[in-house]
């Protein structure tokens, strides 16, 4: 209940006050975002699995966006940052989509 | 708030809490970011080439209308200076021409032409040689008393009620031309001429030359009442 509440107010603050992206921030923050949302399906199916662990889901959370940052930090030094960005998202899409299918199979069964 | 466990739990969770809505915040600053119409960073290669195909046309169309408004510009510029020294040359026309008619005051260098007669033997006619003599001579404008002459100014009457373009005149009589000042001395002076008919009239004819005389009589010009202009 808390995270939900918590999401929806930081979507709400950041819809009011419509900050710019710093331009050093701007190829890292998308990736850090589908990272973060990673971490955040893998809290829910821990959660309905009954296996939820507050210190797992900070420290998957926290590390989970450090990672994909620095890869794609890498992956920018290297001359392979847009290349590196698609490979991230390809597997962190396939394992949010691995978690939303546990998901809906713990709440629908099916 | 004693127990340990309880406050472990709080913590987690009021962590959980800050993560989430910095993701939530994150997630709605890169949407705003994104949806901004002028990102160019985030469009694909082909698409930014496509723009920049559009915006080198545009500055090439632009370029175009440039060169053509400067070509208009240059034009309407030499028009205008064309229809300015037409302006200039038709107002030194239209000022000569004043001068020869006569609806201005002239001045130049010419001769006094003082002509006596105290037998009043001399008729319009004989005054009217004066005129033509002088202006054969070149004379370029002439008063004859206090009369402009001109192209229709006429010399009648016998010996003694003389009339200039209707203005009775008597003697001694006074004109003025302005020209070449050697050339009518010359020309009325001359064996046989005006000077010797009114000698022989009794009379006396004096030229005085001066470098600068001042023309002041002027006439106004009658409206044409049948010649008009033929346009050609």
Redesign the interface.
Known sequence: M??????????????VL????PSWL?PY??I??VA??DA?FG?IRARLDGVFD??V??VS??SNVVVAALIVFLGDKLGVGGQLSTAVVVVLGIRIFGNAAAIRRKLFRA | MGDPRLRR?LR??A????????????????V??NSSPDNL?NLRDEDLIGILDNQNARADRLRQQIADLQRTLRQLTTSGDRSAAARRQASQQAAALAVLLGTVPARGPGVIVSITDPRTRLSGEDLLDVVEELRGAGAEAIQFGGVRVSTDTAFTGAAGSVRVGGTPVSPPYRVLAIGGAKTMDTALNIPGGVGATVRAAGGELRVAERSALTISAVRTLPAPRYAHPSGS
Do not use: M, S
């Open positions: 808390i995270p939900a509440l918590a999401l929806l107010a930081g979507l709400v603050i950041g819809l419509r900050p710019t992206v701007e923050l998308p850090a975002v973060a949302l955040v809290g507050a210190k889901f900070v959370f926290v | 739990r987690a969770g962590l959980i809490g800050v993560l989430t809505a910095l993701l939530g915040f994150a997630i709605a600053v890169q705003h970011a960073a």
